[in-house]
């Protein structure tokens, strides 16, 4: 299934500029295997060996992975991955 | 005595937050070495024209003065940094942080929680704006959140730009977060605000505190 995965400003020059792209797979670690298909270099901006790096967070719609199931979190159609990451700025 | 609030960072977000808390009658610690640049003007409401080449934190201090006389400001003309943080933002009863750089984000959370005080962290980039007030022992702290520091370079304002109406809401928010923290209200404590000024859209999501972070565990 595909869904709607929000891209934060840091990462867009890795989705040429998209603020938002499709995602496809099952579960939250699918999609990101999917993302790093079509937008390469995005799987390592958002995990690293232990998992999804420190410093981002994933939220599907309004809950963050990390208090779901992480990585192995289902998904179904209807739902928006948002990448959030620690920003500094203003 | 009225509370004094450190405000780290006198730009997009400290201009909007210290002018709300100045009139409310909350006394400022203004810190920021920087000053003024021209292309700072469409953001900084604080500043003017006539103030570009100033220190920030003395051109805001006269800024106040003019639009709520009688208000508390001292200025701070320096960044912060280890050797002196702690110093700097000694006797304050909360921080309100809007630097420009992810170390100081996080010196100010690991000083902050040495010394118990509370602070609220806020952020903005293009169209996006964050905010996370931390009060210690209640919800999540900076370092629950964003646990450390990225060893890669990160897009700031400097380089995505930043819009002028988002950086208001977010010192707004951070303002009202820090006067809730100063009447003892702890309810939006370990809350990440996420707001979208293109879609306008507000959200904002409760974190716990993490079990082994370095600032929140046995102490």
């Known amino acids: ?90 | 005595m009225s509370p004094i609030v450190a405000v780290i960072g006198v730009g997009g977000l400290g201009c909007p937050a210290a002018l709300a808390l100045a009139e409310a009658g909350v006394a400022l610690r203004l810190i920021d070495e920087d000053s003024v640049e021209r292309s700072n003007l469409h953001r900084q409401v604080l500043f003017t024209d006539a103030d570009v080449g100033r220190r920030k934190v003395e051109a805001a201090r006269d800024a106040i003065a003019k639009i709520a006389p009688g208000a508390r400001v001292e200025t701070r003309a320096e960044h912060l940094v280890p050797e002196s943080a702690e110093e700097l933002l000694r006797g304050v009863s909360a921080i309100v942080e809007g630097s420009d750089n992810l170390p100081t984000k996080f010196l100010t959370a690991d000083v902050a929680a040495g010394l118990r005080v509370p602070v609220v962290h806020g952020a903005c980039v293009a169209w996006h704006g964050t905010v996370l007030p931390v009060s210690w022992g209640d919800g999540a702290c900076y370092r629950c959140v964003f646990e450390e520091l990225p060893d890669e370079e990160m897009t700031n304002c400097a380089i995505a730009g930043v819009y002028g109406p988002v950086t208001s809401v977010i010192g707004a928010l951070m303002a009202a977060d820090a006067l809730r923290l100063l009447r003892g209200d702890r309810s939006t404590a370990g809350n990440l605000a996420r707001y979208d000024g293109w879609r306008q859209t507000f959200r904002s999501t409760r974190f716990p505190r993490r079990q082994g972070c370095p600032l929140c565990g046995e102490r």
């Not at chain 1, 799987?43 to 990390?66: S, T, W």
Request: charged content about 25%.
């Open chain 1, 1 to 90: 299934m595909a869904i709607t995965v929000r891209v934060p400003t840091q990462l867009r020059t890795l989705t040429a500029g998209k603020e938002e792209v499709s995602g496809t797979g099952s579960t939250v670690g699918e999609i990101i295997d999917h993302l790093e298909g079509a937008h390469p270099g995005i799987k390592d901006r958002l995990l690293d060996a232990k998992g999804i790096r420190r410093f981002v967070n994933l939220y599907l719609n309004e809950d963050d992975v990390r208090f779901l199931d992480g990585l192995n979190t289902p998904v179904k159609d209807t739902d928006t991955l948002t990448i959030v990451p620690a920003i500094a700025g203003g």
